[in-house]
T-cell receptor
């Protein structure tokens, strides 16, 4: 079945550092890929998405590129802020599926 | 901005009791979902619902679970006889359409604690 693997956390960085959270997937067909973010005490919010190979999703300074050859969708940000502290979930939806398949989530902590 | 709302935010129930988790999806959405996240584990898909019937369900969604859209706005998840291992955060979501490219909007979750 489909699966998503993302790096374990917590990831602790200083403000203005460069961020990469790795995500790789296994899926049949041509899934769409998503990054969701969960801020403390809140629900899951869509951060960005990409629906086909080589697409780049971007939002709030975050970017991720759909790499079919490496089955990856790594999340990056050039300069993180304390307000980016949250849990980040990589997810996919296969072409024939209703439900999303999530990774375990990566807890990101940004220190001032 | 429209949002998915869930009530209650936290529910404590005794093992063996029935519990109903409630959700109000975004008003013009047609597809509805429940997910759960056991503490420290992945967010897992439970069920999707469209046109007043279950569209897809995972192996987690056994006979103890049921979903219903009792009126035009609410979408509920019922657990008939709760077990300790049902303790989790339950997320409701809705989407305007179906398919790989569709964005799902999530509620804040209901934390269910079975004691």
């Amino acid at each position: 079945g489909d699966s998503v693997t993302q790096m374990e956390g917590p990831v602790t960085l200083s403000e203005e550092a460069f961020l990469t959270i790795n995500c790789t997937y296994t899926a049949t067909g041509y899934p769409s890929l998503f990054w969701y973010v969960q801020y403390p005490g809140e629900g899951l919010q869509l951060l960005l998405k990409a629906t086909k190979a080589d697409d780049k999703g971007s939002n709030k300074g975050f970017e991720a590129t759909y790499r079919k050859e490496t089955t990856s969708f790594h999340l990056e940000k050039g300069s993180v802020q304390v307000s980016d502290s949250a849990v980040y979930f990589c997810a996919l939806r296969g072409g024939g599926a209703d439900g999303l398949t999530f990774g375990k989530g990566t807890h990101l902590i940004i220190q001032p | 901005e429209p949002e998915v709302t869930q009530t209650p935010s936290h529910q404590v129930t005794q093992m063996g009791q029935e519990v109903i988790l409630r959700c109000v999806p975004i008003s013009n959405h047609l597809y509805f979902y429940w997910y759960r996240q056991i503490l420290g584990q992945k967010v897992e898909f439970l069920v999707s619902f469209y046109n007043n019937e279950i569209s897809e369900k995972s192996e987690i969604f056994d006979d103890q679970f049921s979903v219903e859209r009792p009126d035009g706005s609410n979408f509920t998840l019922k657990i008939r006889s709760t077990k300790l291992e049902d303790s989790a955060m339950y997320f409701c979501a809705s989407s305007a359409g179906r398919g790989a490219r569709t964005e799902a909007f999530f509620g804040q979750g209901t934390r269910l604690t079975v004691v």
